[in-house]
């Protein structure tokens, strides 16, 4: 099971609701100030789910998911991302970058509705991401794995023992 989490916050409205057309515009604001936070992204884009509502993928990591945000009616913004193809590093970056747009933004993050199974987002303790990240890592690699951090249908060429994002590694390794 993939290290992930997900955190609401609350933008804070002049009006009750927001349009579908205020929401995707607002998302395209948050794709230009992440585009502006350096060289760490390589994509923020717009896209529509199958209700046509407007959602911002950012891939801050070539084995990583796109981290998801959305924003609904009632100024609800969610984030979703999966770390632990990218590693403990790329976790607890995530979690302050996401600090850092809500105060560039001026929004709140609820700590009730934050699920971070690394406490981190919460906490910012280094040390509990590195054991989370350390007992997801004995676990994958428990039964002889053939894959750690990537997806089923991933592979090198020669093929390893054991597949990682860093490359084939051998059986003593995991």
């Keep these: 099971m993939p290290i992930s989490f997900s955190i609401t916050g609350q933008l804070h409205l002049s009006n009750d609701r927001l349009s579908r057309n205020e929401a995707r515009d607002w998302l ?20 529509r789910d199958s209700e046509e509502k407007p959602a911002l993928l950012v891939e ?10 959305r924003l609904g009616g009632s100024g609800r913004v969610r984030v979703a991302a999966v770390t632990t193809p990218a590693g403990p590093g790329y976790h607890q970056y995530l979690c302050d970058l996401l600090h850092q747009l809500s105060i560039d933004h001026k929004f709140s993050w609820l700590p009730d509705d934050c699920s971070d199974p690394t406490g981190y987002f919460l906490t910012r303790e280094r040390p509990a991401v590195e054991r989370q990240f ?15 951090g990537l997806p089923a249908e991933h592979g090198y060429t020669p093929v390893g023992e054991v597949l990682t994002p860093f490359g084939p590694r051998s059986h003593q390794w995991a």
Excluded at 28 to 44: K, P, T
Excluded at 60 to 69: A, G, K, N, T
Excluded at 134 to 148: E, G, K, N, S
């Design 28 to 47: 395209a604001r948050v794709a230009l100030w992440f585009e502006s936070v350096g060289d760490v992204v390589l994509d923020a884009r717009l896209v």
């Design 60 to 69: 801050l990591h070539s084995v990583s998911p796109p981290v998801e945000i």
């Design 134 to 148: 350390l007992r997801w890592l004995a676990t994958a690699c428990a039964d002889q794995p053939r894959a750690v």
